[in-house]
């Protein structure tokens, strides 16, 4: 079996990690030009590493050897979130699963349809109010957290602005420790942000196990009633749920939907009027720029990957903005094409990893999709909009979630919805 190209590199030494966090997409196009192959090796975490960078390659690795290559339980987000579903394996992770999913789908997903309007309707109503180009990532992280904190908690910031206050700073504090070395440091005056972080997490986990006490309502009320493993299952899912992870994600998502349709006034016509069409803008956006960089995995035995040998114990990283990219499926891989959904890409959205893939990916899919089609079509609905100034630095960052490394702002103009010809003034 042929060996994967690249240098698995000595210990501590040899390690890549700093190289790859620093810029991750020219870490991955460097290797895949010198090694002519989307699938290399690089030791990261001082740890023997393959990037998978190919569609086909993902697949294998999330799809069909879903058994061999599996969630490292050691992994960061055990730390940080405690024991949950994410770093789990086999039949554990197979019944949380189940019982989770069950949250984010059908009737628990319906009920909270009415809500989304709302957080929608009241985040976005005053982007045109102030005549100011806004900074628009800054805007839908605050729309995703109150989604969040809502749906999840039943906090909602109209209603309990101070609790809502509370909880979206200890989100953050506790995230920041996620991107801070786990050193848990404390001394006079001084404490590392990891244990702030843990701090954050221990009065975080109060008010949660208080909701889950008290609230028999929504989210909070099933969450609780679930048949989950031990006492402390609901109370660390629902710290994973409202971890400020997810309302950056959704900013990103919807930051990359305003940047792409900016300057297009057909495009967005279009979005509008044919729901069709603005599944596959969401197609285009979520495959140019993924939110995350991709995800981990550690072989549990020997096995192949696109045909090279990747042995036990190895690291497997994939790529989701390399996979999006790979031209061996998405011709013109770098251009923004929508259209490519109805034509030669139709039907292969299980091509892309913005969510993961297979029986590990996300399970917040669904209501992801429902939220970003009610946001996206409020904006539509609403407003024409610009970049403000027009030549903005766009260069995207890609860690810890990606969006403009410089916040960009955009000028929104309220449409004016009783001209039944739909021409706009601005
Ligand atoms: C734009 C928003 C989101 C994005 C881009 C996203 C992305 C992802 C990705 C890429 C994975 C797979 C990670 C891997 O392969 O290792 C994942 C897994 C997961 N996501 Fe999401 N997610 C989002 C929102 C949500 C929401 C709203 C929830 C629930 C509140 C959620 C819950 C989960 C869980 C529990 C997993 C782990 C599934 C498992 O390991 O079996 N995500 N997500």
């Known amino acids: 079996m042929a060996k ?46 393959a990037f998978v960078c190919s569609v086909q390659g993902m697949r294998e690795l999330l799809c069909d050897k879903s058994n061999v290559f599996l969630k ?12 949950t579903m994410v770093t789990t394996n086999g039949e554990e992770a197979c019944l949380l699963r189940l019982s989770l999913t069950s949250l984010f789908t059908g009737s628990c997903l ?16 005053d982007l045109s109010l102030s005549g100011q180009p806004q900074c628009v990532y800054s805007a839908f992280k605050r729309l995703g957290t109150e989604l969040v ?21 200890l989100c953050t504090q506790h995230w920041h420790g996620l991107i801070s070395a786990p050193v848990n440091v404390k001394v006079p005056l001084w404490s590392s942000g990891f244990s702030t ?54 900013a990103s998502l919807l930051t990359s939907f305003t940047l792409a349709l900016s300057g297009n006034r ?18 285009e956006v979520q495959r140019l720029w993924p939110p995350f960089i991709g995800g981990r995995r550690i072989a549990d035995q020997d096995s192949t990957l696109a045909g090279l040998s990747v042995p036990k114990d190895y690291g497997v990283i994939y790529i989701s903005h390399s996979v999006h990219r790979d031209p061996e499926v998405f011709q013109e891989p770098d251009n923004f094409l929508p259209e490519r959904w109805s034509g030669r890409n139709a039907g292969q959205e299980h091509f892309l990893c913005s969510f993961g893939n297979g029986p590990r990916s996300c399970i917040g899919t669904k209501l992801n999709d429902v939220f970003l089609k009610e946001a996206c079509m409020y904006l539509l609905k609403n407003y024409d909009w610009c970049l403000d100034p027009p030549s903005q630095d766009l260069e995207y960052k890609w860690l810890p979630v990606s969006r403009p490394a410089n916040p960009p702002t955009i000028a929104f103009t309220r449409l004016d919805r009783t001209r039944s010809d739909g021409s706009d003034t601005s």
């Not at 997409?25 to 290399?40: G, P, T, W």
């Not at 490292?72 to 024991?83: A, E, F, R, V, W």
């Not at 319906?110 to 109503?125: A, G, Q």
């Not at 016509?269 to 803008?281: G, I, K, S, W």
């Open 4 to 49: 994967l190209p690249g240098n698995a590199g000595v210990s501590v030494l040899g390690d890549k990690s700093l190289e790859f966090y620093r810029d991750p997409v020219s870490f991955c196009q460097k290797r895949i030009e010198k090694h002519r192959s989307r699938v290399f090796q690089c030791r990261v975490l001082n740890r023997p590493t």
């Open 149 to 169: 904190l809502g749906l999840f908690m039943n906090v909602r910031a109209e209603e309990q602005p101070e609790l809502f206050q509370e909880i979206m700073q």
């Open 72 to 83: 490292d339980p050691t992994d960061l987000m055990t730390n940080m979130y405690g024991d």
């Open 266 to 283: 057909q495009a967005r016509r279009r979005a509008l009027e044919d729901p069709d069409y603005l599944h596959t803008v969401l197609l």
């Open 197 to 250: 972080a843990m701090e954050a997490r221990d009065r975080l986990m109060e008010i949660i196990k208080d909701k889950l006490e008290n609230d028999t309502q929504g989210f909070v009320g099933s969450l609780g009633s679930l048949p989950l493993p031990d006492s402390s299952s609901a109370s660390q899912h629902l710290l994973l749920f409202i971890s400020a992870l997810i309302p950056k994600a959704l």
């Open 110 to 125: 319906n009920e909270s349809n009415d809500y989304i309007t709302s957080v929608c309707e009241r985040c976005l109503k």
